[in-house]
């Protein structure tokens, strides 16, 4: 009976794990790429202007 418990509250572990885990990838991921689109909007001309004069000096 006991083993039958373990067995049991292993499983429910493991699946919680598995779900979490998941999910903090999912999350993380989508933090990630909202973080670099909210990044290119805010600096992205400005980046390219940047870029733009370097190259411009360096000739």
Known sequence: MSQHHNSAVDIFIRQQFVLSSHL????????????????????????????????QFSY
């Open 24 to 55: 903090f990838l999912w999350t993380s991921l989508h933090k990630n790429i909202c973080i670099f689109l909210l990044w290119r909007e805010i600096w992205g001309e400005e980046f390219r202007l940047i870029l733009l004069s370097h190259s």
